[in-house]
Nanobody, 126 residues
Framework: RAQLVESGGGSVQAGGSLTLSCAAS????????MGWFRQAPGKEREGVAT????????VYGDSVKGRFTISQDNAKKEVYLHMNSLKPEDTAMYYC???????????????????WGQGTQVTVSS
């Protein structure tokens, strides 16, 4: 059974750090790409970062470049999102996703991803 399970969310003050983890099982564990997306209330789902499971090619959204780092441990079938210098505008539900590796616009598009976790909440206070 394909499954993605996120963990590591929580509340932190602005400037702080959090690391999210995503454990993949079933078909999701051999998907070409893994990614992190986020969605704040009243806003569209936004691509945060994606990584190709084979070659490690990485794409970041403009709003997180230089602050967030995506990494993976293929042996553990886990993907991580290390978030530094957090801002109140980073507050959102964060979702792990698995699917194909899109290019250009589709690299960070939810349309490229088939499997989704249930999400973990990140709240950043000012």
């Amino acid at each position: 059974r394909a499954q993605l399970v996120e963990s590591g969310g929580g509340s932190v003050q602005a400037g702080g750090s959090l690391t999210l983890s995503c454990a993949a099982s079933g078909y999701t564990s051999i998907s070409p790409c893994m990614g992190w997306f986020r969605q704040a209330p009243g806003k569209e789902r936004e691509g945060v970062a994606t990584i190709s499971t084979g070659g490690g090619s990485i794409v970041y959204g403009d709003s997180v470049k230089g602050r967030f780092t995506i990494s993976q441990d293929n042996a553990k079938k886990e993907v991580y999102l290390h978030m530094n210098s957090l801002k109140p505008e980073d507050t959102a539900m964060y979702y792990c996703a698995a699917g194909g590796c899109g290019t250009g616009y589709y690299a960070l598009s939810a349309m490229s991803f088939t499997y989704w976790g249930q999400g973990t909440q990140v709240t950043v206070s000012s």
